[in-house]
């Protein structure tokens, strides 16, 4: 796991370059960096009581592109907990959504998350496929933030969850000219 000290830095130094500092190394363009994070979410899925459950989120987003072009986002969503029930493959759908802050504010949905396997009783399901992207049109530093996700399952429930506390920076990204 890549921390939030680390990734800051990393774009600061890169902005640096960016913007003509005197940092002599810059991260390749196209390089790409994954961090993971475990945020405790409150969550409602009617008919049942809502509660609070942990999951860990990774959200992989280059660490520079130019202004003018899209950022890729990649999210995974992993409960930290096991099933109490058989899941069939592809028996959940949903998606991540992601506040921007930093040069610009925003949001961006990372869509497509499911289980691409069945998961047995007892298993952890491992929900994969999560993407999105968001516009990079001013040079600065984008910041990602998870603000919730949304998961629904194969027996008709929807799970809406958002984090309980201020949930942590999960990707960075330099936007240069």
Same mark, same amino acid.
């Given at each position: 796991?890549?921390? /939030?000290?680390?990734?800051?830095? /990393? ?13 002599? =190394? ?19 899925? @009617? @008919?049942?009581? @809502?509660?609070?459950?942990? !999951? #860990?989120?990774? =959200? ?12 890729? *986002?990649?999210?995974? %969503? #992993?409960?930290?907990? +096991?099933?109490?029930? +058989?899941? @069939?493959?592809?028996?959940? &759908?949903? &998606?991540?959504? *992601?506040?921007? &802050? ?24 491992? %929900? ?14 984008? %910041?990602? /933030?998870?603000?919730?996700?949304? *998961?629904? #399952? !194969? ?6 969850? &958002? ?15």
């Amino acid at each position: 796991m890549t921390s /939030t000290k680390t990734r800051v830095g /990393t774009a600061a130094a890169a902005l640096a370059v960016a913007v003509g500092g005197s940092i002599a =190394v810059a991260p390749a363009a196209g390089a790409e960096e994954a961090t993971t994070a475990s945020v405790v979410y409150s969550c409602t899925e @009617p @008919p049942y009581p @809502p509660g609070d459950s942990s !999951w #860990t989120l990774r =959200v992989s987003a280059p660490v520079h592109v130019r202004s003018g072009e899209e950022i890729p *986002l990649e999210a995974t %969503l #992993t409960p930290e907990n +096991e099933t109490p029930v +058989e899941m @069939p493959a592809e028996g959940i &759908s949903g &998606s991540v959504d *992601l506040a921007v &802050s930093g040069s610009v504010e925003g949001s961006v949905t990372a869509e497509g998350l499911t289980n691409t396997d069945a998961v047995p009783v007892g298993e952890v399901p491992v %929900l994969t496929g999560g993407h999105g992207s968001f516009p990079a049109t001013d040079q600065g530093i984008y %910041l990602f /933030t998870p603000t919730g996700f949304t *998961l629904h #399952t !194969w027996m008709g429930t929807e799970l809406d969850c &958002s984090p309980k506390d201020s949930a942590p920076i999960v990707a960075v990204t330099v936007v240069a000219g």
